[in-house]
């Protein structure tokens, strides 16, 4: 397997740029090289690109915070559909070194089977944890 390391590296751009609309961007299998895949500015639709017979690498941009500061956080987010391979899988952990060749900074990486751990509370509430101060604490 090989990467299209400069056409990943613009989409990767893209979602680390907080001017831009786009906040999620895949990387998929074209035959043996991992590729850009979609992008869009709205997370579900994101969502549906995670379908059961599909394996897929994507970098995500999460706004988080709270009154007092907003940031930009990001995820590295491994979806294996359950209709996978066993070959396919095992290759798909030696495929992610590949894709952080580009994507290399990220608060928290996820390797996803379930859908419903795609979902956009989960992951901002383990992106959270991994982010230090939380300010909101004193308005719970």
């Known amino acids: 397997t090989k990467i299209d390391k400069e056409a990943c590296r613009e989409a990767y751009n893209l979602v680390r740029d907080d ?23 709205e997370y579900e639709h994101f969502i549906q690109q995670c379908t059961d017979d599909v394996r897929l690498f994507a970098f995500v941009r999460f706004t988080t915070g709270d009154a007092m500061s907003k940031r930009s956080k990001f995820a ?8 996978v391979s066993g070959l396919q899988r095992a290759k798909t ?9 580009v994507v ?37």
């Open 76 to 83: 590295l987010i491994t979806w294996i559909g359950e209709n």
């Open 93 to 101: 952990g030696t495929d992610k070194t590949l894709v952080k060749e």
């Open 104 to 140: 290399q900074n990220f608060a928290k990486e996820f390797v996803i089977s379930d859908r419903k751990e795609l979902e956009e509370d989960f992951i901002k509430s383990e992106l959270k944890k991994a982010g230090g101060a939380n300010y909101d604490a004193q308005t719970e």
């Open 19 to 41: 001017g831009s609309a786009v906040i999620w961007v895949t990387f998929k299998y074209d035959g043996s090289t991992i590729v850009p895949g979609e992008q869009g500015a």
